[in-house]
């Protein structure tokens, strides 16, 4: 992937150490996936607002950065335990907790999308009420805490939802960097996702194959971490076959290089 000109000049001072990286943000991405008809997933994807600091335009899976108060304990639970996710995505347990509270929280601000339930072995079934939306703005501004959220509604995270899928960290040459979780959850039955919110101005259903389709079309612009996990997904071809698939999780963290006088990002 080539690089903008105005990243030349800061790749060079990085690379010379002139210029320090700034500290990646940790943060989580949930590939919110459904059975399309006539059959074959489609994935939930958002168009970010072309006025965002960060990825404006590009189309990307919900998520965002994890909230200090995400880590807290008080975020009832149920599912594998948050030292167990710290086994699965090398971290920490605080770490893991904040993650994965992130995953559910951030899907559920910008898809309407809650992986949660009264209970371990139960989802809520419908979030398209007037007081949902209420408590989803207040989410959003940070005047409610999830763990807030989720005991008013005598709810618990249900962290067995998700499945781990890939690690992405923003290139060094990047002036906002993020350390990324992907993650992969079924859209729960009866729940539907927004027409759009918060930080997007469009949002579609789409098959991993159309989507990379449009982008090599130039039809819509996709971030190479978005990419590759489209293009990953086309080898499934249900959403079952997704879940049941094994991860290794390997750090990605894409270098800048200088190749016959083109900047350019690469991953390997």
Avoid: N
Avoid at 14 to 33: F, K, N, Q, W
Avoid at 115 to 141: H, K, N, Q, Y
Avoid at 230 to 255: H, M
């Amino acid at each position: 992937m080539s690089l903008p000109a105005e990243f030349a000049t800061r790749a060079r001072d990085i690379i010379a150490g002139r210029v320090a990286p700034v500290p990646a943000r940790d943060s989580a991405t949930v590939v919110v996936l459904r059975e399309g008809p006539p059959g074959g997933l489609q994935v939930y994807l958002l168009r970010r607002k072309s006025t965002m600091a960060f990825a404006a335009g590009a189309y990307v899976f919900p998520g965002g950065s994890v909230d200090p108060r995400d880590s807290d304990h008080a975020v009832a639970w149920a599912g594998p335990s948050p030292a167990e996710w710290g086994r699965i995505l090398a971290a920490d347990e605080r770490v893991a907790r904040g993650l994965v509270c992130a995953a559910v929280r951030e899907t559920f601000e910008e898809s309407g999308v809650l992986l949660a339930g009264p209970g371990p072995d139960s989802v809520v079934a419908d979030t398209t009420g007037d007081d949902w939306e209420a408590d989803r703005l207040a989410l959003i501004d940070r005047s409610l805490a999830f763990a807030d959220f989720l005991a008013k509604r005598g709810l618990v995270l249900r962290s067995d939802l998700l499945k781990a899928w890939a690690h992405w960290i923003t290139p060094e040459v990047e002036p906002k960097r993020f350390d990324t979780r992907f993650f992969v959850a079924v859209l729960p039955d009866g729940q539907r996702t927004r027409d759009v919110g918060g930080e997007a101005d469009q949002v579609v259903w789409q098959r991993p194959e159309e989507a990379i389709e449009l982008a090599h079309q130039g039809a819509i612009f996709l971030m190479p971490p978005t990419h590759k996990t489209l293009t990953e997904l086309t080898a499934y071809d249900s959403v079952g076959a997704v879940l049941a698939a094994e991860r290794e999780i390997v750090t990605i963290l894409p270098k800048v290089l200088e190749i016959d006088g083109e900047w350019r990002l690469v991953t390997s």
